[in-house]
């Protein structure tokens, strides 16, 4: 999905969306704070080729940065913003909200149509508004298709990352998770609030009575076949759905605030895991 021509644009970003959607458009950034720990998110070494590493995204350094001062640093408010003062004495800070762009959490939010725009924004600021468009017209073909391929696919499904045994992350509105089953036409489980990025730590007690497909998701950070062992020694085990064997385990391989490209993959790991047979 990503672009065929690479052009290293003099960029630095400290927002993994952005730095995701510069490359895809075939314009990675010079330099991307946290790249280390994108590349484990999206268990691929080398995912952004030819973009140097700023060090931590809230400590970053400062040095290298100005030592070779891009033309532009682009941030995702609300993060960041305390690092303006010092950003600014390097080049200008230009800033794009994603996410959590409202205080009031019940407003109707197109978060895709805010990717979309993104998208386009960072192709003009790169000059090829033509390989921007091109990559949101490829997108949206590209879910149309996953779209039809899922007519079939009726149940509410819970998207779920158990933290312990007794404490679990519930994804939707507000993230990749919710903006992608939105975007398929697919209904999420959980209607109560998610906070304002997306996701909400409850207890098990929470889920008991809920009914539907539980996709579990794996940090990468997790252990080797972690939510399996959680799912077989915690309080888990004695979810009706998960006594039904009605979940999948689906590795993180994304951003969960990220842009097209951690959509896509988030997109193709679910539509694998709803077309494969339950767990026995």
């Known amino acids: 999905m990503a672009s065929n021509d ?52 809230f400590l970053p350094n400062y040095e290298l940065l100005a030592h070779h001062p891009p033309e ?5 408010p609300p993060a960041h913003v305390s690092l303006i003062p010092r950003l600014r004495e390097i080049a200008d800070v230009k800033e794009y909200t994603l996410y959590n762009f409202s205080n009031d959490v019940n407003a109707e939010q197109n978060h895709w149509e805010v990717v979309e725009e993104l998208t386009r924004e ?31 696919i009726d149940v509410p499904l819970l998207i779920v990352r158990l933290v ?38 409850v207890s098990a007690v929470a889920l008991s009575n809920i009914k539907a497909q539980i996709i579990f998701l794996e940090s990468p950070y997790d ?22 064997g009605n979940y999948t385990i689906v590795p993180i391989n994304y951003w969960s605030w990220g842009g097209f490209p951690s959509a896509l993959r988030f997109a193709e790991s679910l539509v694998e895991a709803l077309e494969e047979p339950t767990m026995p």
């Open 72 to 76: 532009h640093i682009l941030i995702s």
């Open 122 to 152: 960072l192709g003009s600021l790169v000059n090829d508004s033509v390989a921007a468009e091109q990559y949101v017209e490829r997108t949206n073909s590209f879910f149309d298709d996953l779209k039809n391929q899922l007519n079939s």
């Open 6 to 57: 690479i052009n290293e644009s003099s960029l630095a970003t400290f927002d993994f969306a952005i730095a995701e959607t510069l490359n895809a458009i075939g314009h990675p950034p010079m330099f991307l704070a946290g790249l280390k720990g994108y590349e484990t998110y999206s268990r691929q070494d080398n995912i952004i080729l030819n973009t140097t590493n700023l060090g931590s995204r």
């Open 164 to 201: 312990d045994e007794r404490h679990a992350r519930i994804y939707g509105k507000g993230g990749v998770e919710g903006m992608v089953l939105n975007r398929l036409g697919l209904q999420n489980a959980w209607q109560r609030d998610l906070g304002q990025w997306g996701s909400i730590t």
């Open 223 to 244: 252990p080797p076949g972690g939510q399996r062992q959680l799912l077989y020694d915690g309080q888990w085990r004695h979810l009706p759905t998960v006594k039904e």
